[in-house]
């Protein structure tokens, strides 16, 4: 098979290629059984320290308290965040100059500041004492941020649609609001929805940031677990393959919703949208 | 405003703090990432599975819990060293990973006309890596990675819950002395990193349209 940067290789090539895949592999067994006998050695696979993991009153209060209050986090503030990102994207397009100045400083505001620097503001402007607590406080943070993202991608997923629809909506004498709920919109959510979706496993991720406010959530659970037993390390690899399985269903969704709404295009792209590269 | 003009030392210092995390989490996550990126597309499977299931596990794993495991975790099997470096490799090991996806889409970009025909007129593979593919993708790689290194100036924040003085860290302290001036305090901060964001996706804008070419 030809690619860009090979020819199909011959069998000399190919000879060669063996030659470096047997090293290559060697190469990184050798790495991964430095990690286990590291492990090994420093007694990481003690059953006391994995004994919360296999324990059903642990499993559980991990699941309950911890993968259910992260879930919810998320899940409030993609809500949350959808609502705001339409109102602040339609904003952003508004032809009032007035309208539109201040939603470009509110999304481009949120979109530049650390999502951690935001919700230790949140929590100690109004979350402490007589507050709404750390687990508002960070469903806030998320959806100031989370929801400047989606006004950049409504924005775009808007714009996405071909000029001609509104065009024609506006010559069979639609109004406005009728132009964007009934021709724009629809179709924009087609093309946007992979973008919300990818954006979800941003606020999952970051529903993490609790951490640092001692939020509810995997983190929190972690934290008291690894606080009685003393393994940080076995905990984190557990926090991480909660959290990379529930991302991993969730990018599955997006690549569903992509194929079955907008086909082979390149999944919308949002340019500076730090929070589409990276999250925090 | 008082708090921070009296106290201006400790809000530079934190933002020194900042931007020298970043800068040795940028060089290192483009190093590390430009390498999973080559092994992502190399015709070794082995190298590729490693490529690809890094990416799968850092871009999905949050950083909070990246940086946790190696602040807290990788003593654990016996790997010490400073607080300034387990922050900076965690912010390494979660960038590269994005870095590796900008580089590859950065190759794709390239079209495969571009490396046939090279081939075709008898370049070597140094050559037709040195000569077309490399110089065309550097260029489709700059909008990407200038998004993942702001993302890095950002991420440098999750650092403060692991002990790193930067100026998220400085805020909190600030804060916490001063209740009256939260707003002001969050706004001058948040104006520091503004400036950082703002400044970095300048010079990428630049960097592109001094690059463009004519297609």
């Known amino acids: ?47 006391e320290l994995w004994e919360p993991f296999v324990t059903p009153d642990f499993v559980v209060a991990i699941l309950v308290d911890g993968l259910v209050e992260t879930l919810k986090m998320a899940s409030l503030s993609v809500i949350f965040a959808v609502v705001f ?68 991608i409504f924005r775009a ?70 606080g009685q037993f003393g393994n940080q390390f076995q905990t984190a690899l557990v926090l991480a393959a909660l959290y990379i399985g529930a991302n991993l269903v969730l990018t599955w969704l997006a690549t569903v919703a992509q194929r079955r709404f907008v086909g082979e295009q390149k999944q919308l792209d949002v340019p500076m949208g730090a929070g589409q590269a990276g999250g925090a | 405003m008082d708090v921070v003009i009296d106290n201006i030392g400790l809000y530079w210092s934190g933002f020194l703090k900042t931007l020298q995390i970043c800068l040795y989490a940028a060089v290192g996550s483009l190093a590390l990432g430009t390498v999973l990126g080559a092994f992502r597309v190399s015709p070794l499977p082995p190298l590729r599975w490693v490529g690809t299931g890094w990416v799968t596990v850092f871009r999905n794993c949050p950083l909070t819990v990246v940086l946790f495991f190696v602040a807290f975790g990788l003593p654990e099997i016996g790997v010490n060293g400073a607080y300034f470096w387990f922050g900076v490799s965690g912010l390494v090991l979660y960038t590269s990973a994005f870095v590796c996806e900008a580089v590859r889409s950065g190759v794709n970009a390239v079209p495969l006309g571009q490396a046939e025909a090279a081939r075709a007129m008898g370049l070597t593979f140094g050559q037709t890596m040195t000569q077309v593919i490399l110089p065309q993708s550097f260029r489709a790689t700059v909008p990407p990675l200038a998004s993942v290194l702001i993302a890095l100036a950002k991420n440098t924040s999750v650092a403060a819950a692991f002990g790193l003085l930067e100026a998220t860290a400085r805020m909190r302290g600030f804060t916490n002395n001063q209740a009256d001036d939260r707003p002001l305090i969050f706004l001058t901060f948040a104006i520091g990193y503004i400036i950082i964001v703002e400044v970095m996706s300048a010079g990428a804008f630049g960097l592109e349209r001094r690059w463009r070419t004519a297609r």
């Open chain 1, 1 to 47: 098979m030809s690619s860009l940067l090979f020819d199909t290789p011959g069998p000399r090539t190919r000879a060669r290629h063996r030659v470096y895949t047997a090293v290559a592999s060697l190469a990184l067994l050798a790495l991964l059984g430095l990690v286990l006998w590291r492990m090994y050695v420093t007694g990481q696979f003690d059953y």
């Open chain 1, 85 to 152: 990102g339409l109102v602040f994207g339609i904003g952003k397009m508004s032809q009032h100059a007035m309208v539109r100045a201040p939603c470009w400083l509110v999304v481009e505001f949120f979109r530049a500041v650390p999502l951690l620097l935001l919700i230790i503001f949140i929590f100690f402007l109004a979350g402490t004492g007589d507050g709404f607590g750390s687990f508002w406080s960070v469903v806030f943070g998320l959806t100031l941020y989370n929801g400047s993202v989606l006004a950049e």
């Open chain 1, 157 to 226: 997923g808007i714009e996405a649609v071909p000029r001609g629809q509104g065009e024609a909506a506006y010559a069979i004498g639609l109004r406005k609001a009728q132009v964007m709920t009934l021709v724009l919109l629809p179709q924009a959510v087609k093309i946007m929805l992979p973008a919300i979706i990818s954006q979800c496993v941003v606020a999952l991720k970051d529903t993490s940031l609790g951490y640092y406010i001692i939020a509810p959530g995997l983190t929190r659970v972690g934290k008291a677990i690894y």
